[in-house]
């Protein structure tokens, strides 16, 4: 948020589930930055973990500034997109490498059969 004077009341991140506590393993909890106050602005940030991220996700940082008037049920909202695309990749990579495994083993096996 741009405009501040000071740090911002609260900042609170939800997802479909309801609101994210911060946690205290880097690779399987959120991580949540509320961010310092600098140069009139503050910048908050959630870590997804991996095992968290393999689908499109919908986030929502909720914000407090008594100074904008952004209090207890008049917050502002910020939407973000969670938008994966290297699972896929993945996933096809996976697949290729057994349908050439599956054809190596096919025609290993059709050698065989020739074989006297």
């Given amino acids: 948020m741009n405009g501040l004077t000071k740090q911002l009341d609260a900042v609170v991140w939800k ?3 309801g609101p ?3 946690g205290t393993d ?3 909890d959120y991580q949540i930055e509320e961010g310092s106050h600098g140069s009139n602005s503050q ?3 959630l870590t997804i973990p991996a095992t968290k991220n393999t689908a499109d996700a919908v986030y929502t940082c ?3 500034s008594e100074e904008h008037g952004k ?3 008049s917050e502002e909202t910020k939407t973000v997109n969670s938008n994966v695309f290297s699972e896929y990749f ?3 990579n996976l697949i290729r490498m057994f349908r050439s495994l599956t054809l190596l083993l096919v025609k290993a096996l059709t050698i065989l059969h020739q074989s006297p």
């Fill in 20 to 22: 994210i506590t911060h």
């Fill in 15 to 17: 997802n479909s589930d």
């Fill in 90 to 92: 993945i996933n096809i």
């Fill in 62 to 64: 909720v914000i407090q």
């Fill in 71 to 73: 209090t207890s049920g």
């Fill in 26 to 28: 880097v690779a399987t």
């Fill in 43 to 45: 910048t908050t940030v």
